[in-house]
């Protein structure tokens, strides 16, 4: 059993939106923390943006144009993702509870 998968990630031109989804199958995400981080190919991977509670925390490159969020009901944390670069393109994971999901591929065309 997988406790976090990753989905919403695919191509889009820059400028463009996407909206990825967090969700925990076995576990609670309501109130844990959950991070999403990216890894870009030949790159380290890095933090993006963190919920805690109903606290938000974000890398200042994503700063003003994503924001993270929680459904409690759906068990799921989001990541809105606008205004999208051509160095936003990586695999983005989610991480809570020191369990990562698989990651979701996230392109973005100049």
């Known amino acids: 059993q997988v406790p976090l998968v990753e989905s919403g990630g695919g191509l889009v031109q820059a400028g463009g939106s996407l909206r990825l989804s967090c969700a925990a199958s076995?576990?609670?995400?309501?109130?844990?923390?959950v991070d999403w981080f990216r890894q870009a190919p030949g790159k380290e991977r890095e933090f993006v943006a963190r919920?805690?509670?109903?606290?938000?925390t974000y890398a200042d490159s994503v700063k003003g144009r994503f924001s993270i969020s929680r459904d409690n009901a759906k068990n799921t944390v989001y990541l809105q993702m606008n205004s999208l670069k051509p160095e936003d393109t990586a695999v983005y994971y989610c991480?809570?509870?020191?369990?990562w999901g698989p990651g979701t591929q996230v392109t973005v065309s100049s």
């Open positions: 076995g576990r609670t995400l309501s109130f844990a923390a």
């Open positions: 919920i805690s509670g109903y606290i938000e």
């Open positions: 991480y809570s509870g020191q369990n």
